[in-house]
């Protein structure tokens, strides 16, 4: 409902701000380059969005409290996280994904994962609904294949094996019983795709159920809108 939108629409936006601190340098060059009537115009924008999301940020603190269909722990975590989010925004410049960027996203899953933006955006949307465990274990897995010293790979194998597969792991990953025997066995003499059968279920889940929701998300719809200045832009 009402606060699900709420929630969602701040996640997304505070994860796009975390993404681009990986990208600072190059925006803060580009940024000398614009013209004194953009910088003032982003900055009047800039002002009213901080104003907005304090604002939404408070309605939902104070009503996710008194929420009875969210259990106690649950609520902590979305408080936590948020504050946590709104502190970082501050030392975060204002930047988005191009409109025509953000529709890639929509053409296929690999379009979404390969962009820093698409990822951060997506990795918080997986956190409001409580299972971040499934991008978590896929970048594990992709990071992990990359490796190529053979001590590495082992001690890898047997991190990732402890984080997400092994019974009651801090982010256990829901996977079936076979499937995490296989994986047992493999880790003692580590091999590339110790983890392939376990990251192509994860895909699979995240494809076919989070990532469609996560296109019909308020957010996502958002950022394939053209921004007021863009739209100057256009116009000139």
């Known amino acids: 409902g009402?606060?699900?939108?709420?929630?969602?629409?701040?996640?997304?936006?505070?994860?796009?701000?975390?993404?681009?601190?990986h990208d600072g340098g190059r925006m803060e060059r580009g940024s000398r380059r614009r013209s004194e009537a953009e910088e003032a115009e982003k900055?009047?924008?800039k002002r009213t969005i901080i104003k907005d999301w304090k604002t939404r940020l408070s309605y939902f603190l104070q009503n996710s409290s008194s929420s009875t269909k969210m259990k106690s722990k649950k609520v902590g975590k979305h408080r936590n996280y948020f504050r946590q989010q709104w502190i970082l925004m501050f030392s975060i410049s204002l930047c988005r994904p191009s409109p025509e960027e953000a529709q890639l996203w929509s053409e296929a899953f690999d379009e979404l994962l390969a962009n820093k933006y698409g990822l951060a955006a997506f990795r918080a949307f997986l956190k409001s609904e409580f299972c971040e465990e499934n991008i978590e274990f896929w970048l594990a897995c992709e990071d992990f294949k990359k490796t190529k010293s053979p001590q590495k790979l082992t001690s890898k194998a047997k991190k990732i094996y402890n984080d997400f597969i092994e019974?009651?792991?801090?982010?256990?990953?829901n996977i079936d019983f076979q499937t995490k025997n296989m994986i047992a066995q493999n880790i003692q003499e580590a091999t590339h795709t110790c983890f392939s059968a376990a990251q192509k279920r994860v895909y699979s889940l995240m494809e076919n159920n989070s990532y469609p929701r996560f296109l019909e998300s308020e957010f996502y719809q958002e950022l394939c809108k053209t921004t007021p200045i863009a739209r100057a832009a256009q116009g000139t």
């Open 2 to 21: 009402r606060r699900r939108s709420v929630s969602e629409a701040i996640a997304m936006q505070s994860a796009l701000f975390l993404a681009l601190q």
């Open 43 to 45: 900055g009047r924008m």
């Open 167 to 173: 019974k009651e792991a801090p982010k256990e990953i």
